[in-house]
């Protein structure tokens, strides 16, 4: 035990060594005299996570051993406007708050909402080309890195968790890279206390010991899928199971300028939806050593209609088997020609004969088998889709008919919170459930805020299973409210803070069930 703990502080010790001046860096081209910078990150071992007595740490920061075997470069910056304007431009690529109907949650001048004409190019607040580019989802990073790897002929993905606080220490044991404390942090990151509610360019912040501007402005995504650290000593991690949380995440680095100073600690983790398109996240590069040899041309086709167009013939005479060595022919013995007494023989194949009645009525059947098969679906799916929404929409009760939606929630804000019909909100670790007494498809708007965040508002189309509508927020809120519902102002009627307390009623809310969400409904 002694000696692995020896050798685990000899090799953090080279680490930190070879951390004493800035690596060597690389400016990959993408056109049009725009180049996206990347920094050499040496091979390497460090603690990953943060010690019991960090101020501030997540209770997911559990430390482990690891070692990375291999050199790599990573984006000196998060990936700029004007870097991810350039790779539209040559693809025409549309990003999923573009081309979905409701756009991306941008800075509408109190807190994230989620309107159609919040995109990465307008976040809400403005931005220069050099500032990181926003509302970005985890597809739209990996389409970036797939463009990106054909026009620099490296390999490009996003960084594992590992290697991006890896590269973020750069041989550091501190909270932050820059040696100091929460008040110092400052310097080296922008986050809700010092950004002022928007993104500021890329290099504004100093570098660590490394040359990278990295923490804080915008969060990052990680090749990994969010869940609990596997005890080390490990190589080379990376989470590739997406089942060890309630519902599958990505993971976030860096922090934000949306969020407290303590999430842009280097050990601090975040997590998201794959689809979140927030106007404080962003994502970094990282790229292979090598380069990538791209695979060799085809070759041109060789004449094969002596072969049925289908394998070149060899010499002597004869094709070659698949799945069986061939076997040499002799030249010096004459090849006889075959006729159709010793077709067999010869191994040569006699004339097909053309088919009958019978072959065409089979060949039919063949042909339109599947089409009775997926009319057979096709019918039996619309069923029970109507079978559902048949039974799906309660009846509503004899006082509420005639009343609109809104005025039926409102009214049943009046009951005693024991009621059965009393509307309930009921916050979880990732979101929070909706429970009112509202027609199916209806509008319910509502503001929730995340722990150390700014208010979101948001809204969903009323669709409850037995617990109600569910809510993705990605962490658990520190309250919710419901400002609208069927078109009703609620006036903040519906308010409750994490602790799930009804703060205009004083009615608790059951705090046993945490039971996994169901997906969020598409944006």
């Known amino acids: 035990m002694r000696l692995r703990l020896l050798t685990a502080s000899l090799l953090l010790l080279g680490t930190a060594l070879r ?41 997911d920061e559990m430390q482990r051993f690891v070692n990375l075997t291999s050199d790599f470069y ?8 004007q870097q991810f304007e350039r790779f539209v431009q040559e693809t025409g690529y549309r990003t999923e708050a573009e081309s ?12 994230l909402v989620q309107k159609k004409e919040f995109t990465w190019r307008n976040p809400g607040f403005t931005q ?9 989802t985890y597809p739209d990073a990996e389409a970036f890195c797939q463009w990106l790897s054909k026009k620099a002929k490296r390999k490009v993905t996003l960084p594992t968790e590992a290697q991006w606080e890896y590269a973020c220490r750069a041989g550091t044991t501190t909270a932050w890279h820059n040696l100091g404390d929460e008040a110092a942090s400052n310097s080296i990151a922008w986050h809700k206390k010092n950004a002022g509610n928007q993104t500021h360019p890329a290099t504004s912040s100093s570098v660590n010991p490394w040359g990278l501007h990295i923490g804080g402005n915008v969060a990052e995504w990680c090749l990994d899928w969010y869940g609990p650290y596997e005890s080390g000593p490990l190589t080379d991690p990376v989470q590739t199971n997406q089942n060890l949380s309630d519902k599958p995440r990505r993971v976030l680095r860096g922090g934000a300028w949306s969020r407290d100073p303590k999430n ?23 790229c292979s050593v090598t380069e990538v040899t791209p695979p060799p041309a085809p070759k041109p086709a060789t004449n094969t209609s002596s072969t049925g167009g289908l394998l070149p013939r060899m010499e002597g005479g004869l094709e070659p088997s698949v799945g069986r060595p061939t076997v040499p022919v002799s030249t010096t013995q004459p090849t006889p020609s075959p006729t159709s007494s010793d077709a067999h023989d010869h191994g040569t194949t006699p004339p097909e004969k053309k088919g009958g009645p019978l072959d065409f009525l089979v060949g039919l059947l063949c042909l339109l088998c599947p089409f009775v098969v997926i009319g057979l679906v096709i019918w039996l799916v619309v069923r029970a889709v109507r079978s559902k929404n048949q039974g799906a929409t309660p009846p509503m009760p004899p006082s509420r008919r005639g009343q609109s939606a809104g005025a039926a929630l409102a009214d049943a804000l009046q009951q005693p919170s024991g009621s059965g019909r009393a509307p309930r909100i009921r916050i979880v670790e990732d979101g929070f459930w909706i429970l009112v007494d509202l027609a199916r498809g209806s509008t319910v708007r509502y503001v929730y805020r995340p722990h150390g965040g700014m208010d979101v508002s948001g809204q969903v189309q009323y669709q409850p299973g037995p617990d109600g509508q569910y809510v993705y927020t990605g962490a658990k809120p520190e309250n919710v409210r419901v400002t609208e519902a069927g078109g009703q102002p609620m006036d903040d009627a519906f308010v409750y803070d994490s602790d799930n307390r009804d703060n205009r009623r004083g009615s608790a809310f059951d705090r046993d069930d945490n039971r996994p969400p169901t997906y969020p409904s598409a944006y």
């Open 19 to 59: 951390a004493a001046d800035p690596a060597p860096a690389l400016n990959l081209e993408l056109g049009n005299g725009v180049t996206l910078p990347v920094v050499l990150i040496p091979k390497g071992t460090f603690m990953q996570g943060s010690p019991t007595d960090e101020a501030d740490r997540g209770n």
């Open 74 to 81: 990573l984006g000196k910056t998060a990936v700029t406007v």
């Open 100 to 111: 979905g109907p409701s756009g991306g949650f941008g800075w509408a001048g109190d807190s």
């Open 128 to 136: 220069a080309p050099d500032h990181p580019v926003t509302i970005v």
């Open 264 to 286: 842009t600690r280097s050990a601090s983790r975040y997590r998201a939806d794959a689809r979140s398109r927030n106007a404080d996240i962003g994502f970094r590069v990282l």
